[in-house]
């Protein structure tokens, strides 16, 4: 048998559903051997007793999504997964959208053109469907299912890229055809275009309003119909970015009654609160614009209960990177806009991991094991990676994060996104990955970034498999 290329000694092993003690070891990229005493490797690492958990798998992330102009992304593959590494995700799994008029496979097309020679963790791509042609619906989309793009993002809001209710229906239908999983953004477009027009009549147009325009009762209600939908097409579907309360409450109703719901919520609605896109009529508060909302301080610990009880399957960061003073960014053209116009979105790649591990881990909200499970074990298991991608295992990659717990007060200058704030700015943390590998190789050193662009692989995902399969 040939030598181990790497070993990681004396390790914490968390997986999402154990703890152990043992040494890793690592040959071709992946885990060949885990056990105590391994014979030495040609390279070694003494994790000395710090908890190592699977790399991040980031299931909900914008890199280089074409936009209508001037708004543009400001992380493109290289920047977006440069910073994913340094805060320990090792998988990016980011949006082929297609644009309306356009063909589906020319959005997949451009978008590897994209990444390609760029990425340097590993990746694979969701679609957005935005135009449910026939064409789409009967050739494009099961084709590219079976090609290893098993998942795909409807939305319910945004009037370049929402759906109806029979646009719905239909794709859904695809979705249980094909054995792929329909990620849904859950808001209704037309109670908050009445609510802005409103609030725009009113004068009423600085950030702070853009929480007024995106109530609860908006995400409640295209929650309850995108579950109905699902329900009468007899498909499981994964809501995202779930923000609060009401949605929550339609998603236990669902599960109550037996249907397969699975939810996703992201750092924003832990961390923020309505607050953060302002208290005046400040503009400062564009930087925290993204959509739905950030709610209430009481809110927060509905998503960390849901978090807990395993409401939530996965947690994500969904990262949509916009500069706060460049002119394609918050403001577009150089100027302070209504609220409308502002580019939704914020950063959250980098310090998805190091959050929930601070704040839900050390601060005694969520298990060690939870913490996997909702950052790595779930979302791989969801979009067919799982078990090469989202735990530590042998034949499985060597994606590994080796944690650092200290406190430090995070600042935008220690991230690697090309984005020029965090939302987080100022936050006392109390761990940051020490070590980020991806498949043996070492991306992030707890200094710098140490891996390659080109290096990240495609990844074709296969069936999910969150659920038993169907016979
Ligand atoms: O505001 C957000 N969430 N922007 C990103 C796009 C999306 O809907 O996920
Ligand atoms: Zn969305
Ligand atoms: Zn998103």
Redesign the pocket.
């Known amino acids: 048998m040939p030598d181990l290329d790497l070993i990681i000694r004396n390790a914490r092993v968390a997986t999402a559903s154990d703890t152990f003690h043992c040494d890793i070891g690592i040959r071709a990229g992946r885990i060949a051997l885990l056990g105590e005493g391994l014979p030495a490797g040609l390279r070694e690492i003494d994790a000395a007793g710090r908890t190592v958990t699977p790399g991040g798998v980031d299931a909900?992330c914008?890199l280089d999504q074409p936009m209508e102009g001037p708004a543009k992304m400001a992380d493109d593959f290289l920047s977006g997964t440069r910073s994913a590494a340094c805060g320990g995700t090792t998988t990016v799994i980011p949006f082929a959208a297609q644009a309306k008029g356009e063909s589906l496979a020319a959005a997949v097309q451009d978008y590897h053109g994209r990444a390609e020679g760029k990425a340097s963790v590993d990746y694979a791509f969701h679609l957005i469907v935005s135009d449910p042609t026939p064409a789409v619906l009967t050739q494009e989309l099961p084709a590219l299912i079976a090609q290893g793009y098993t998942s795909f993002?409807v939305?319910m809001?945004?009037d370049d890229?929402k759906l109806d209710d029979g646009q719905m229906l239909d794709v859904l239908d695809v979705a249980r055809q094909h054995g792929a999983l329909a990620m849904i953004?859950a808001e209704n477009a037309d109670c908050i275009e009445w609510l802005t027009k409103r609030l725009e009549a009113a004068g009423r147009t600085a950030p702070r309003w853009h929480a007024h325009a995106r109530p609860m009762l908006v995400e409640r209600e295209a929650t309850h119909r995108a579950i109905s939908l699902s329900q009468l097409v007899d498909v499981p579907i994964l809501i995202?970015?779930v923000s609060g309360r009401e949605a929550i409450e339609q998603i236990r109703w669902a599960r109550s009654h037996g249907l397969s719901v699975f939810a996703e919520t992201?750092p924003q609605y832990l961390f923020l609160t309505a607050e953060d896109l302002g208290i005046d009529d400040s503009y400062h508060g564009a930087r925290c614009?993204?959509?739905?909302p950030p709610r209430d301080k009481a809110n927060q610990q509905v998503i960390w209960d849901g978090l807990a009880d395993g409401l939530f399957t996965v947690f994500s960061s969904?990262h949509?990177p916009f500069t706060y003073e460049g002119s394609d960014g918050k403001k577009p053209g150089g100027e302070e806009v209504a609220f409308r116009h502002i580019?939704?979105?914020?950063p959250g790649l980098e310090t998805r991991l190091s959050l929930l591990y601070s704040e839900g881990v050390l601060g005694g909200r969520i298990t060690l094991q939870k913490f996997v499970e909702l950052t790595s074990t779930n979302p791989a298991k969801a979009y067919g990676l799982h078990p090469r991608k989202g735990t530590i295992a042998v034949g499985g990659d060597a994606d590994l994060v080796v944690w650092d717990e200290r406190d430090f007060t995070l600042r935008n200058g220690q991230l690697h996104h090309a984005v020029d704030y965090t939302p987080y700015e100022g936050m006392r943390l109390k761990a940051w990955p020490a070590l980020t590998l991806l498949r043996g190789e070492t991306v992030w050193d707890g200094q710098s970034f140490t891996g390659k662009a080109g290096r990240g692989k495609f990844l074709p995902c296969g069936t999910p498999t969150l659920l038993p399969r169907r016979s």
């Open positions: 909900h914008h993002k939305y809001t945004y890229l953004h995202v970015h992201c614009i993204c959509s739905p969904d949509a580019p939704n979105g914020i």
